[in-house]
């Protein structure tokens, strides 16, 4: 106890010093950190996740403005409204006994410069600016020089032209500001043009700085207080605008902590107590592409297409809002357990995914989908044992259902190979445990085994200010030597209060059995149970800063060991 209070005292100051700082640097730099303006909602009613549409590079702040308007003056007369109409008849809200209705059949039936919304209305009772009125007068200035050019003046009368005069004089502050702001609009779009980075191509990014320790008698003594570090740089490209391409480059040097019994032995305690910014590390900063995905709609299914990196959680509706953070990410829980069902850590590598919706739904059912992906982890390797189907692998089938708008269900089955060469069952297909005791993964026996898991996760979110989820999964393990057969359970069950003290925060509670066998090994038959608190803070649009802590019992379903308490404080920047 007494080095736990001493250790708590070392890092207090630390701790309390960088949130104060970044917090303030964050704040001075009005620039750079824009408070939320709206909340951030996560949907819980989940059907399978979509990547993202690209088009073009992220710009700056600046730029996007521009953009922005280059986008509403591209799309006028365009896809936000109908082709240009030839009688007033079309419109669907205009009638005879109105009062602008002359007025109208003369614009559009002598001039053509009227046209209207995309389903079919003119909606002559909104309000319109100066700058919008101008914008149809240049319009119908357009159409009469046309007239007049095409020898077809005789449509003009003199009435016409000297009304046109008239209004052009009145506004000829705002149709020369109109006519301004298109030139520097089309300038500067041009400029972007030639000088972005790509057309089809936009970088994102996540750099997580944590300081991180572990506590508890002999445990506490074997370890010490580390700052670490991960960072991700995506390249996500879209080709038609609906599809994306993934290349992700990954660096780190975050390792997980060792955890002792009473009589200060090593225990190997698997993936217990192992956080989602310590996955993917390199050890030493060392660049990696993590992650090389394709994703695209054919026909009513979505295609997911791995080549390397690929994750069940990448395609599967994983239905545990705020808690998990596109597989592993730095917004999300702090420990792999709390971030997802450790049934979707079955197996990773590279394969091939769809979800295909199905059903109409009805006034309380929502339409489903089913979702299958096949993942093998060397699928490079042409040697024995190895290749895409003759190694290890595991397929998944997920049916996924919402009820109304707040609750979302999937039942999961993965069917997985795992070699004799140690490899783990919930290892995302690298080597090492992500999740769960050594003993739920049994990665030091020798003998390949095969393993049936069978899943439910739900989400529900009684309000806007709330989201409950949680899951079970159940593994039966058959190895191929002798006594070697084991069963994995795990459980979880989480609670999130969104925009807790400000929009944007995040409070969360998650509480449940990290994956473990019982009957493996004598001595070590308890449950190692996981209760994690911790409280995202949103310093701005780009950065959070998240205080947790993590408290394990039985690390390695050991009786022998004291409990552990890991406590994290950790920086998320986002780009």
Same mark, same amino acid.
């Given at each position: ?18 949130? =104060? ?11 750079? +950190? ?21 088009? $073009? ?29 030839? !009688? ?37 009772? &909104? ?50 500001? =109109? ?17 972005? *980075? ?6 994102? /990014? ?5 300081? +991180? ?25 879209? @080709? ?7 290349? &992700? ?16 032995? *090593? ?14 590390? +390199? /050890? ?34 994983? #239905? ?17 357990? !709390? ?8 197996? %990773? ?8 919706? @199905? ?5 309380? =059912? ?18 024995? #044992? ?11 089938? $997920? ?26 069952? @919930? ?9 769960? +005791? ?16 069978? %899943?439910?996760?739900?989400? *529900? ?41 400000? &929009? ?29 608190? @911790? ?8 950065? !959070? ?31």
């Amino acid at each position: 106890m007494s080095n736990l209070l001493w250790k708590s005292l070392v890092v207090s100051p630390a701790v309390l010093g960088a949130t =104060l700082l970044v917090s303030s640097a964050a704040i001075a730099a009005t620039n750079a +950190t824009t408070e939320l303006s709206v909340t951030e909602t996560v949907v819980p009613t989940e059907l399978a996740q979509q990547p993202e549409i690209v088009a $073009q590079a992220a710009p700056t702040t600046e730029d996007t403005k521009v953009i922005d308007q280059v986008n509403r003056y591209s799309s006028e007369g365009k896809g936000n409204a109908q082709s240009q109409v030839t !009688s007033v008849s079309q419109f669907s809200d205009v009638q005879p006994t109105d009062w602008a209705f002359q007025a109208l059949q003369s614009l559009v039936e002598r001039y053509g410069c009227i046209a209207g919304y995309p389903n079919g209305t003119y909606r002559g009772n &909104r309000a319109l600016t100066r700058y919008e009125f101008a914008a149809g007068l240049n319009a119908c200035l357009d159409r009469v020089n046309e007239l007049i050019a095409t020898a077809t003046a005789d449509l003009v009368t003199k009435q016409d032209l000297a009304t046109l005069q008239r209004l052009q004089e009145e506004f000829s502050a705002e149709l020369a500001t =109109l006519r301004g702001r298109v030139d520097a609009l089309e300038a500067r779009t041009a400029e972007l043009e030639a000088n972005q *980075f790509s057309t089809t191509t936009k970088l994102v /990014g996540e750099a997580i700085f944590a300081v +991180t320790d572990a506590f508890g008698e002999n445990t506490g003594d074997a370890n010490n207080t580390v700052f670490q570090n991960r960072v991700r740089l995506g390249l996500q490209t879209s @080709f038609t605008g609906r599809d994306v391409l993934t290349t &992700r480059l990954a660096a780190g040097n975050a390792t997980g902590f060792d955890f002792r019994d009473n009589n200060n032995n *090593f225990i190997d305690a698997g993936g217990q107590g192992l956080q989602t910014f310590q996955v993917g590390s +390199t /050890g030493n900063n060392s660049v990696e592409i993590d992650r090389l995905t394709y994703e695209a709609p054919v026909g009513p299914a979505q295609v997911y297409l791995a080549a390397s990196g690929g994750r069940h959680s990448h395609y599967a509706a994983v #239905n545990n809002p705020y808690f998990f953070d596109k597989t592993d990410g730095g917004n999300g829980a702090l420990s792999t357990f !709390s971030s997802e069902n450790p049934i979707y850590r079955i197996g %990773g590598g590279a394969g091939i995914a769809f979800n295909v919706p @199905f059903g109409q739904g009805g006034s309380i =059912l929502r339409p489903s989908s089913f979702t299958v992906g096949y993942l093998a982890s060397d699928a490079n390797n042409p040697g024995p #044992n190895t290749g895409l189907f003759n190694g290890d692998y595991a397929a998944l089938g $997920q049916l996924n259902f919402s009820v109304g708008d707040r609750l979302a269900l999937a039942a999961t089955y993965v069917h997985g190979y795992h070699g004799a060469s140690g490899s783990a069952l @919930f290892d995302s297909g690298d080597t090492g445990a992500i999740v769960g +005791t050594s003993l739920a993964n049994n990665n030091s026996f020798l003998n390949a085994s095969s393993s049936n898991s069978y %899943g439910l996760s739900a989400a *529900f979110r009684p309000s806007d200010k709330l989201s409950v989820s949680g899951f079970v999964s159940y593994s039966d393990v058959t190895g191929f030597g002798a006594n070697d057969d084991r069963e994995v359970w795990s459980y979880g069950i989480g609670v999130a209060l969104p925009d807790f003290g400000k &929009r944007g925060n995040v409070l969360g509670i998650f509480a449940g059995a990290q994956p473990y066998a019982r009957g493996v090994q004598a001595g070590a038959n308890e449950v190692p149970y996981q209760v994690e608190g @911790f409280y995202k803070y949103r310093v701005s649009d780009n950065i !959070s800063i998240t205080p947790g802590v993590i408290w394990l019992t039985n690390p390695g379903q050991n009786s022998n060991a004291d409990d552990a308490i890991i406590g994290t404080l950790r920086t998320t920047f986002t780009f």
